[in-house]
């Protein structure tokens, strides 16, 4: 079954944001905005940077921006640089193999997968113009 972490969250939604701006964008600004925290925040954005998807640019009027080879990548993509792999289950039960031979869950857990990972593969970062997330 897939997992979805905090820092694949903060991914996805910095990624889009960064995409969108015009002119580079800083980490007191992007956690401001989502209401993250700018450690959490830093440590993914240079995630970022290692897998040469962000460029970031050093000093008092510096920031980060994404690399224009990457403007147009997949939700998918995202979430394997956080989470690797999307690794298979047909039960809930996570005991290894043989420990089941009719799981009572396997045709919903594979239906949840293949929703995920098709929804994951065609969305793209460049189909959000616009990211508004309301906090109360």
Do not use: W
Not at 1 to 17: D, P, R, V
Not at 40 to 54: A, D, T
Not at 56 to 81: A, C, H, L, R, W
Request: hydrophobic residues 35%; glycine residues 6%; charged residues 25%.
């Amino acid at each position: 079954m897939f997992k979805l972490s905090e820092g694949t969250a903060i991914a996805l939604h910095a990624i889009i944001y960064i995409n969108n701006k015009v002119g580079l964008s800083t980490v007191k600004e992007i956690s401001e905005k989502f209401k993250v925290s700018d450690n959490h925040l830093s440590k993914v954005l240079q995630r970022f940077v290692k897998e040469g998807i962000l460029v970031s640019i050093k000093g008092p009027k510096g920031g980060f921006e994404i690399n224009p080879e990457y403007s147009d990548m997949t939700f998918m993509q995202v979430y394997e640089i956080f989470e690797g792999k999307v690794e298979h289950h047909k039960c809930l039960f996570n005991h290894g193999k043989g420990h089941c031979t009719n799981c009572i869950m396997s045709d919903f857990v594979t239906n949840v997968e293949n929703e995920f990972i098709n929804y994951m593969n065609k969305t793209k970062i460049s189909d959000f113009t616009e990211l508004e997330c309301k906090m109360s």
